[in-house]
């Protein structure tokens, strides 16, 4: 069974930079057709998506964040990383890993989640 | 950039059908995917590619496509399905993600 865990500081500073990880276990990240995805949810929102991964390093990212936001894969390790930059305290919320099934270049879907993390920005 | 409109809310009584739906321009070119997500848990997978029940998911829980607007309908609806559900498509243009702004069901 395909489980996904993300770790990082629950606390980060207003201005600095969120960086958060996940750990595949179960499943290698490096198999084809899976792309590996970070989604967000603010307090009192919906699900935000911030960006994908593929395990040879290819990226898609939100266009509202594309600025801020850098995701590395691990494969050595099978985890994959997020860097938000510059946070502010809208970036606080939920932060959930997870693996993004591609069936065909139009059909794309989470398939397995993390439990998700909170993250504060506050000084 | 492309956009999910779900109505913020809907409440059934239990045993009764309830119906969630998610607009969208030209829903009907796309791929439409439902999640359901309970406060404090990881969102879960209930319906992919607009109407395929992943394993586990329970008959109770259908996805359907008309024109313009895709639907969850959840009949024989339970206490425990009390959760937040969003719909979710691959916007191809534009290489991204895009959720809906999520339904919250409610079982009087």
């Known amino acids: 069974q395909l489980q996904l865990q993300e770790s990082g500081p629950g606390l980060v500073k207003p201005s600095e930079t969120l960086s958060l990880t996940c750990t595949v276990s179960g499943g290698s990240i490096g198999t084809s057709t899976y792309y590996w995805g970070w989604i967000r949810q603010p307090p009192g929102k919906g699900l935000e998506w911030i960006g994908n991964?593929?395990?040879?390093?290819?990226?898609d990212y939100d266009p509202s964040l594309e600025s801020r936001v850098t995701i590395s894969v691990d494969t050595s390790k099978n985890q994959f990383s997020l860097e938000l930059g510059s946070v502010t305290a809208a970036d606080t919320g939920v932060y959930f890993c997870?693996?993004?099934?591609?069936?065909?270049?139009?059909?794309?879907?989470?398939?397995?989640w993390g439990q998700g993390t909170l993250v504060t920005v506050s000084s | 950039s492309y956009a999910l409109t779900q109505p913020p809310s809907v409440s059934v009584a239990p045993g009764q059908t309830a119906r969630i739906t998610c607009g969208g321009n030209n829903i009907g070119g796309k791929s439409v995917h439902w999640y359901q997500h309970k406060t404090r848990q990881a969102p879960v997978l209930v319906v992919s590619?607009?109407?395929d029940r992943p394993s586990g998911i329970p008959e109770r829980f259908f996805g359907s496509k008309s024109g313009s607007t895709a639907t969850l309908t959840i009949s024989s609806v339970e206490v425990g399905d009390e959760a937040d559900y969003y719909c979710?498509?691959?916007?191809?243009?534009?290489?991204?993600?895009?959720f809906g702004g999520g339904t919250k069901l409610t079982v009087l």
């Open positions: 979710q498509v691959w916007d191809v243009r534009s290489d991204r993600v895009v």
């Open positions: 590619d607009d109407s």
């Open positions: 991964i593929y395990y040879s390093g290819s990226t």
């Open positions: 997870a693996r993004q099934k591609e069936w065909s270049a139009s059909i794309r879907y989470f398939d397995y």
